[in-house]
């Protein structure tokens, strides 16, 4: 059974930051790429930002200089450090492995870029 539990979304006015964590439970973890997707309201899901089990990153161009994804296979823990936020990244942001499993989705966390 693996479960995917993300936390640390907010409001947080437009230049602000904030840093996602990702807790999973389960064998899967350390041997999968792990990824960052977001769905704004009548978007479709997209994905922000994977991390190799090594540690090889990759960004999607919106957010590219701003997000920092980063793991901890020990603790089966992957954050992501969102600086320079902006309105346009409001959305409820999940994790889950690369390429996504339907019944890895968690509930997500909000988060609202506003002032």
């Known amino acids: 059974q693996v479960q995917l539990v993300e936390s640390g979304g907010g409001l947080v006015q437009p230049g602000g930051s904030l840093r996602l964590s990702c807790a999973a439970a389960?064998?899967?973890?350390?041997?999968?790429?792990m990824g960052w997707y977001r769905q704004a309201p009548g978007k479709q899901r997209d994905l922000v930002a994977y991390i190799t089990s090594g540690g090889r990153t990759n960004y999607a161009d919106s957010v590219k200089g701003r997000f920092t994804i980063s793991r901890d296979n020990a603790k089966n823990t992957v954050w992501l450090q969102m600086n320079s936020l902006k309105p346009e990244d409001t959305a409820v942001y999940y994790c889950?492995?690369?390429?996504?499993?339907?019944?890895?989705w968690g509930q997500g966390t909000q988060v609202t870029v506003s002032s």
């Open positions: 389960g064998s899967i973890f350390s041997i999968h790429p």
């Open positions: 889950n492995t690369i390429p996504n499993v339907e019944k890895y």
